[in-house]
């Protein structure tokens, strides 16, 4: 981690001295695959050896691109931001990174159970997410005034910063419960666990997305602000006092810890029952065919 850190700086500062575009792809995929990647390699080397490098590649890669693509064209009709926006956002993205992770999988039907669910479902998450802020990035770097360096460095921080608490997170859960009700033939059971944890996941995807418009909403609330529901969609209050900033800066940032608090708990419930399960053919051990 830390000498990857290291290679990113070096390439900002030089980039930024040299002012060369052509550092923009390394320093853009550097700065957006860095994290994802290494959550990805310790959860490897601590709880996937025996998965195979094939799935692992596989997840991070085609399931990550897969996702990407899927989410991007469905929400398309997704334009105008409201609170039943994001939860169809939520709900495309977790769909979508849920059928990547099977579409990978159709060629090993003998990975299931719930640990083989949670380290490869981190790895689609961890994919997507990658892809995604490589986007982002790009996105935040051009500009009509030409390249904003500062910009693109600014949003590969903060989504590097947040990346381990978001998509690999909740897709770790809905993958693992999925894998733990796939048939030792290789089929998937879409039973009633899996559809819940799926639209679980989705509601906290979807209040993690929403979480800058709710804190918003809610300091109108309490402030006794007008145009409540206009303000959510408009993403901020004109001229607020510094009681309002206060209090957006304490229910935006404390909803996100909150919202991963409890994932964390959920991840933590399910790892502790692929450890009290996991002798090799019971439901938290996965059995491997290559």
Not at 246 to 252: D, G, P, V
């Amino acid at each position: 981690m830390w000498g990857g850190i290291a290679l990113w700086l070096l390439t900002a500062i030089v980039t930024y001295t040299t002012r060369n575009s052509n550092l923009l792809p390394t320093l853009i995929l550097l700065g957006s695959f860095l994290v994802p990647a290494v959550f990805v390699l310790w959860a490897y080397e601590r709880h996937g050896r025996d998965l195979g490098a094939t799935a692992i590649l596989g997840c991070f890669l085609t399931g990550g691109i897969l996702g990407v693509l899927g989410a991007s064209v469905m929400e398309s009709y997704l334009l105008h931001p409201s609170l039943r926006m994001f939860l169809g956002v939520g709900l495309i993205e977790e769909a979508v990174k849920l059928l990547a992770l099977m579409f990978v999988l159709r060629r090993h039907p003998g990975i299931h159970g719930m640990r083989a669910g949670l380290v490869l479902g981190a790895t689609v998450g961890f994919g997507f997410a990658a892809f995604e802020s490589a986007g982002y990035a790009f996105n935040a770097a051009v500009t009509m005034k030409g390249i904003d360096l500062r910009a693109l460095l600014e949003t590969e921080v903060l989504r590097g910063v947040l990346a381990p608490f978001g998509h690999g997170l909740w897709t770790a859960i809905a993958g693992g419960v999925l894998l733990s009700f796939r048939k030792p033939n290789g089929r998937f059971r879409l039973a009633a666990p899996v559809i819940g944890t799926y639209i679980g996941v989705a509601v906290l995807h979807s209040l993690w997305d929403s979480m800058h418009g709710i804190a918003i909403w809610l300091v109108a609330e309490i402030t006794d602000t007008g145009l409540r529901r206009e303000l959510f969609a408009q993403g901020y209050i004109v001229t607020p006092t510094d009681q309002q900033q206060h209090l957006f800066t304490l229910f935006s940032v404390g909803g996100m810890v909150v919202i991963t608090l409890v994932a964390l708990a959920w991840l933590r419930s399910l790892a502790h029952r692929a450890r009290d399960t996991g002798a090799e053919g019971r439901q938290g051990a996965r059995i491997h065919t290559p």
